[in-house]
């Protein structure tokens, strides 16, 4: 007999923090592209003050999406198509390989959040 039959069906299962590690790195992912956005508007005024209010999108979608709201999810999927848009019509247009590989980075991080299993875990 093995030990997966005899589980005592009165304890409560165990709820895990981070079921999918995937979120939590496009989270800090998130955090550090509007860290990027806060310092070129306020330390080096290269962006418009506007661009704050695409760091706070991108700050609420970070922390939402680490407590798997639905909606946190939608918004990280906008902001991560909208960065993959982005960096690949800039290397389009400057042929920047870092632009290349950005998008790319971004794609791979689209891709993850539309699987089903990441779906599944949202509430």
């Known amino acids: 007999m093995s030990n997966e039959n005899n589980m005592n069906p009165t304890q409560p299962q165990r709820r895990n923090l981070f079921p999918l590690p995937g979120l939590v790195a496009i989270s800090l992912y998130l955090l550090l592209i509007s860290g990027g956005i806060i310092f070129g508007v306020v ?3 290269t962006n ?3 661009f ?3 760091a706070a999108g991108f700050i609420a979608a970070a922390a939402g999406l680490l407590l798997l709201f639905r909606w946190a999810w939608a918004m990280a999927l906008g902001a991560v198509f909208l960065i993959v848009v982005y960096n690949l ?3 389009a247009g400057l042929r920047e390989p870092s632009f290349l590989v950005q998008g790319l980075l971004n794609l791979v991080f689209f891709l ?3 699987r089903t299993e990441v779906r ?3 509430r």
């Open 48 to 50: 418009s003050p506007l």
């Open 120 to 122: 599944a875990k949202l």
């Open 89 to 91: 019509w800039s290397f």
């Open 43 to 45: 330390v080096t005024h």
């Open 112 to 114: 993850y959040l539309v």
């Open 52 to 54: 704050l209010l695409l």
